[in-house]
């Protein structure tokens, strides 16, 4: 009994290349999603978070019931997170694949619309985030959203407005 804890049930070679072909097929679809939400996680991402493991799990595991096989397959995912960071951060024709650019919003103090519809961020979504930012005039700023989905403001100076 104590063997089927601990011993693997599955072909370890299986398991990593579940864990890889799955993890790299969700990085990807979400990889190329807009962001939608200005500077937050919303309740529909993490929905579709919690959805995709589930729907995932039976993908990745096939019929593991092992603690290793669950550790090699946690290892094997935890471990592609880090090899894409790293080769993002080594190499930029990476890091344009795996990080999203920044995106202007507001440049010189006008809605960038083209950017706004590719992020699918109406202009009432990002006039909210201005306000809880503590300003509403856009002419005296430039918004971008950058590539965690974190919004940078910077309010451009009188010397930067002429």
Avoid: C
Wanted: avoid cysteine; charge should be negative.
């Amino acid at each position: 009994m104590w063997n089927d804890v601990f011993l693997p049930g599955t072909p370890l070679p299986e398991i990593f290349i579940r864990g890889t072909v799955v993890y790299l097929a969700i990085f990807f679809m979400l990889r190329f999603t807009p962001r939608r939400e200005v500077g937050s996680f919303s309740t529909t991402n993490l929905i579709v978070i919690v959805i995709i493991a589930d729907a995932a799990q039976n993908a990745m595991a096939g019929e593991y019931r092992s603690i290793s096989d669950g550790l090699l397959l946690v290892a094997t995912i935890v471990g592609w997170s880090i090899v894409l960071d790293a080769a993002a951060f080594r190499w930029p024709a990476v890091a344009r694949i795996v990080k999203p650019p920044p995106r202007v919003l507001v440049r010189n103090g006008r809605l960038d619309r083209r950017n706004l519809r590719r992020e699918l961020i109406t202009e009432d979504e990002l006039m909210a985030h201005l306000r809880e930012q503590g300003t509403e005039e856009l002419s005296e700023l430039d918004v971008v959203l950058e590539p965690d989905g974190r919004v940078s403001v910077h309010k451009r100076d009188d010397d930067d407005q002429a």
